[in-house]
């Protein structure tokens, strides 16, 4: 038997950040491809030339009973070079919701990871959503690993899209491996560690592997021409300029290691692969609220990140997945969820993709096993076996939308105040109560608007409550505190409220009405809700 030790260092727990169409699900599936976990990719999509017929992929959701899009992917993958006596690397991939709206979960999925892949489509360079995401990585302080996608499409060349991220978000691109061939005519890979070149050969539809022929730099020049002079006189150029991978400034969140890709068509995902299994860290130990670290070969311990409901309709059963943080996880054990004192049963763990049956029942540090029926948890509780450990709640994040809602059934009060509170401990949203407003219309402040949607939706399937959203013209909060209070009261365009957690904020109609107040009253308490604040 292995030992926790072991199984902490064969892991990986990842996210991928990323707009909206730069390609998340369809490297999701291509890494799964190379994890031999399905055997052809293009299922997901359907796309035209790819196979579109019940994949494995679909039958295994079918099997485990949860989309693939709202949990965790788990595999196993041997990188080239390690040998078949070797256990192989284990890998989680954490999923970020993918709309194009916002919500908390995105942020909070990424309390759960270890280190992050931001995928970059080659034609569009940084969009808001990466930026934001990238964002909470910066504050994390996760290490990032940058891919720049769709390099089979015509897009931006690689300095430009190097100098873009260096001088937008101040991370230092170190490609590590680069591009044979303009994006639109993407050949190949220059390894830039070795100077060896990866040629890849497309398969039908990008349905399969793409094979590789791996050559020497007088061999490249020989095939390549002028395609790889190009590349390699702008490796050199990134040389000259420090642009070389750094372990440490990598793992401090100065630098990131770049590739090149086309998921579709399967080229640089072997490659990104590897580099997840020999760069990215294996699962850390974490802080308590004590300042002490439990470390992942300590007693079993865990935090809740995520808390997903009403997914089966007949039987509102609710899931809590949870991000191990130390020791060995067996479905069945008896856990202290340190938040009540009281015990928790994991009869019903689920190893939330497991590959086999094996990780259904056992479960370690990095993994993402969701719990059934967990109604007494709630996103940042923790979970453990003695000795005892509760670790920080995750930060809420700065909302950026607001809304007041009331039912519109009047004799329904005592069922909608309980269906608030319930939303309200699940962290579906934050509720914000003032004396003017009263308690029968709270506001409810969102990182995205679909979580009001949320809100409606649950009260009324859960609770028969109907209700209605409405939007105030406020965009932006500040924490304050009491002694402000009162002179932010007087200003128009402002509100202040008490957050469930009794946290002050402050409400404001825009940015110039904020600055203007800042400016005239500078003693007022108005701080920013830090959207990443640990
Ligand atoms: P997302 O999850 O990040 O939202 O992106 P998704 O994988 O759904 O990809 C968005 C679109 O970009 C899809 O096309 C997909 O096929 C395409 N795409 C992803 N990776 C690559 C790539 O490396 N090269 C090229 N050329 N295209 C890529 P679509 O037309 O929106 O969908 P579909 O209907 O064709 O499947």
């Given at each position: 038997?292995?030992?926790?030790?072991?199984?902490?260092?064969?892991?990986?727990?990842?996210?991928?950040i990323?707009?909206?169409?730069?390609?998340?699900s369809?490297m999701t599936?291509?890494?799964?491809?190379?994890?031999?976990?399905?055997s052809?990719?293009?299922a997901?999509?359907?796309?035209?030339?790819?196979?579109?017929?019940?994949?494995?992929?679909?039958?295994?959701?079918?099997?485990?009973?949860?989309?693939?899009?709202?949990?965790?992917?788990?595999?196993?993958?041997?990188?080239?070079?390690?040998s078949?006596?070797?256990?192989?690397?284990?890998?989680?991939?954490?999923?970020?919701p993918?709309?194009?709206?916002?919500?908390?979960d995105?942020?909070r999925v990424?309390?759960?990871?270890?280190?992050?892949?931001?995928?970059?489509d080659?034609a569009?360079?940084?969009?808001?959503?990466?930026?934001?995401l990238?964002q909470?990585?910066?504050?994390?302080?996760?290490?990032?690993?940058?891919?720049?996608?769709?390099?089979?499409?015509?897009?931006?060349?690689?300095?430009e899209?190097i100098?873009?991220?260096?001088?937008?978000?101040g991370?230092?691109?170190?490609?590590l491996?680069?591009?044979?061939?303009i994006?639109?005519d993407?050949?190949?890979?220059?390894?830039?560690?070795t100077?060896?070149?990866?040629?890849?050969?497309?398969?039908?539809?990008?349905?399969?592997?793409?094979?590789?022929?791996?050559?020497?730099?007088e061999?490249?020049?020989?095939r390549?021409?002028?395609?790889?002079?190009?590349a390699?006189?702008?490796?050199?150029?990134?040389?000259?300029?420090?642009?070389?991978?750094?372990?440490?400034?990598f793992?401090?969140?100065?630098?990131?290691?770049m590739?090149f890709s086309?998921?579709?068509?399967?080229?640089?995902?072997?490659?990104?692969l590897e580099?997840l299994?020999?760069l990215?860290?294996?699962?850390a130990?974490?802080?308590?609220l004590?300042?002490?670290?439990?470390?992942?070969?300590?007693?079993?311990?865990?935090?809740?990140?995520?808390?997903?409901?009403?997914?089966?309709?007949?039987?509102?059963d609710?899931?809590?997945?949870?991000?191990?943080?130390?020791?060995?996880f067996?479905?069945?054990?008896?856990?202290?969820?340190?938040?009540?004192?009281k015990?928790?049963?994991?009869?019903?763990a689920q190893?939330?993709?497991?590959?086999d049956?094996s990780?259904?029942d056992?479960?370690?540090?990095?993994?993402?096993?969701?719990?059934?029926?967990?109604?007494?948890?709630?996103?940042?509780?923790?979970?453990?076996?003695?000795?005892?450990?509760q670790?920080?709640p995750?930060?809420?994040?700065?909302?950026?939308h607001?809304?007041?809602?009331?039912a519109?059934?009047a004799?329904?009060y005592?069922?909608?105040?309980?269906?608030?509170?319930?939303?309200?401990?699940?962290?579906?949203?934050q509720?914000?109560?003032n004396?003017?407003?009263?308690?029968?219309?709270?506001v409810?402040?969102?990182v995205?608007?679909?979580?009001?949607?949320?809100?409606?939706?649950?009260?009324?399937?859960?609770f028969?409550?109907?209700?209605?959203?409405?939007?105030?013209?406020?965009?932006?909060?500040?924490?304050?505190d009491?002694?402000?209070?009162?002179?932010l009261?007087?200003?128009?365009?402002?509100?202040?409220?008490?957050?469930?957690?009794g946290?002050?904020?402050?409400?404001?109609?825009d940015?110039?009405?904020?600055?203007?107040?800042?400016?005239?009253?500078?003693d007022?308490?108005?701080?920013?809700?830090?959207?990443?604040?640990?």
């Open positions: 038997m292995s030992s926790v030790a072991d199984e902490v260092k064969r892991r990986r727990t990842f996210a991928i990323s707009h909206p169409d730069a390609g998340k369809t599936e291509a890494l799964a491809l190379h994890a031999r976990m399905i052809e990719a293009g997901i999509h359907g796309k035209a030339g790819r196979k579109s017929t019940v994949s494995d992929w679909m039958e295994m959701e079918k099997a485990r009973g949860i989309s693939v899009s709202s949990t965790a992917l788990q595999f196993n993958y041997t990188p080239a070079g390690w078949d006596d070797d256990e192989p690397a284990v890998i989680n991939l954490v999923d970020t993918g709309h194009a709206d916002f919500s908390e995105t942020y990424l309390t759960a990871v270890d280190a992050a892949v931001m995928l970059i080659a569009k360079g940084l969009e808001p959503q990466t930026l934001k990238f909470v990585c910066r504050h994390r302080g996760i290490p990032v690993i940058t891919v720049i996608n769709k390099w089979d499409r015509p897009g931006q060349t690689p300095l899209l100098d873009e991220i260096s001088e937008r978000i991370l230092t691109p170190t490609p491996y680069f591009p044979v061939g994006a639109g993407f050949r190949g890979l220059l390894d830039r560690r100077g060896r070149y990866i040629h890849f050969t497309r398969t039908a539809g990008g349905a399969k592997i793409a094979p590789e022929e791996i050559m020497d730099a061999a490249a020049a020989a390549e021409g002028d395609e790889w002079v190009a390699s006189e702008e490796s050199a150029l990134l040389t000259e300029m420090g642009q070389d991978h750094d372990q440490e400034l793992l401090a969140g100065e630098t990131s290691p590739i086309s998921a579709m068509l399967n080229f640089g995902v072997r490659q990104l580099t299994v020999e990215a860290p294996a699962p130990g974490r802080t308590d004590d300042g002490t670290v439990r470390e992942p070969t300590d007693p079993f311990s865990a935090v809740v990140f995520k808390v997903q409901a009403g997914m089966d309709a007949s039987h509102r609710r899931l809590a997945y949870m991000r191990i943080v130390s020791g060995e067996e479905r069945g054990m008896v856990v202290t969820h340190a938040q009540t004192g015990p928790f049963a994991t009869k019903y190893a939330v993709f497991g590959r049956r990780t259904v056992t479960a370690y540090p990095g993994d993402v096993v969701g719990l059934v029926n967990a109604t007494a948890l709630a996103p940042g509780d923790t979970l453990f076996n003695d000795p005892r450990v670790f920080p995750i930060p809420s994040f700065a909302p950026e607001f809304s007041s809602l009331r519109t059934t004799d329904k005592k069922q909608f105040r309980k269906g608030m509170d319930q939303l309200d401990s699940e962290g579906v949203v509720v914000l109560r004396d003017l407003r009263g308690d029968a219309s709270p409810l402040a969102a995205g608007p679909m979580q009001f949607e949320v809100v409606t939706a649950r009260l009324k399937s859960e028969n409550v109907d209700t209605v959203i409405d939007p105030l013209g406020y965009t932006l909060a500040r924490r304050t009491a002694e402000s209070a009162d002179e009261n007087r200003q128009r365009g402002v509100e202040v409220f008490t957050r469930t957690d946290a002050l904020l402050a409400l404001f109609s940015k110039w009405r904020l600055q203007y107040i800042e400016k005239e009253h500078p007022l308490t108005l701080e920013p809700l830090v959207a990443t604040a640990d």
